[in-house]
Nanobody
Framework: QVKLVESGGGLVRAGDSLRLSCVAS????????MGWFRQVPGKERKFVAT???????LYADSVKGRFTISRDNAKNAVYLQMNSLEPEDTAVYYC??????????????????WGQGTQVTVSA
């Protein structure tokens, strides 16, 4: 059973930075695409960023240039560096591991395992 555990969320002010971490237990992530999604109450979960097995990355337009996804396969971890945070970035952020081949994936249904989420709140 794959378990993903996120950490690093919190309450910050607009313009601040946060770094989210996600560690996978009971499996290796080196061959999988990994992604970050976010969700606000009453709305669907949305794609934020993804990284392929060979470190190709893709970002949602809303975070491009501000967020950076990275991975450390030796630590079985994936990270999301979030800079210049805006109140609109407030959400629960989820880490996810895709199944199958490790190419870039952006759709929720393409991801097989999910973490429990970490809250990010950005005040104006």
């Amino acid at each position: 059973q794959v378990k993903l555990v996120e950490s690093g969320g919190g309450l910050v002010r607009a313009g601040d930075s946060l770094r989210l971490s996600c560690v996978a237990s009971s499996s290796t992530i080196s061959n999988n695409a990994m992604g970050w999604f976010r969700q606000v109450p009453g709305k669907e979960r949305k794609f934020v960023a993804t990284i392929s097995w060979n470190d190709r990355t893709l970002y949602a337009d809303s975070v491009k240039g501000r967020f950076t996804i990275s991975r450390d396969n030796a630590k079985n971890a994936v990270y999301l560096q979030m800079n210049s945070l805006e109140p609109e970035d407030t959400a629960v952020y989820y880490c996810a591991q895709a199944g199958g081949l490790g190419y870039i994936r952006t759709a929720v249904h393409e991801y097989e395992y999910w973490g429990q989420g970490t809250q990010v709140t950005v005040s104006a």
